[in-house]
Nanobody
Framework: QVHLVESGGGLVQAGGSLRLSCEASGSFFSITAMGWYRQAPGKQRELVAT????GSTNYADSVKGRFTISRDNNMYLQMNSLKPEDTAVYYC??????????????????WGQGTQVTVSS
């Protein structure tokens, strides 16, 4: 099991910055990829950025050049030049793979509870 807790959300003016953190506990050594997703009111959850265990990153086109994802045992999202359309609940995701002997099981998806980011115009 992996337990994820997000923090760092809040209210910020357009053009401002926030840094989100995702603290992972439990079987974090089984984590492979991690990512940030967001869901705005009335919209589906969408990918913001992902990072693999080797450090390869992927970003949604809407945040490229403004957001930076990073990780150690935890995960972070530095958000700069924020826009009102970035307003959403941001969720931390982790994928974990377990082994039964040499047989891989998973990946299994884990989610945090979310943290609200509100960008005022």
């Amino acid at each position: 099991q992996v337990h994820l807790v997000e923090s760092g959300g809040g209210l910020v003016q357009a053009g401002g910055s926030l840094r989100l953190s995702c603290e992972a506990s439990g079987s974090f050594f089984s984590i492979t990829a991690m990512g940030w997703y967001r869901q705005a009111p009335g919209k589906q959850r969408e990918l913001v950025a992902t990072i693999t265990s080797s450090g390869s990153t992927n970003y949604a086109d809407s945040v490229k050049g403004r957001f930076t994802i990073s990780r150690d045992n935890n995960m972070y999202l530095q958000m700069n030049s924020l826009k009102p359309e970035d307003t959403a609940v941001y969720y931390c995701n982790a994928q974990a793979v377990y082994y039964s002997g040499t047989k891989p099981l998973g990946p299994y998806d884990y989610w945090g509870q979310g943290t609200q980011v509100t960008v005022s115009s």
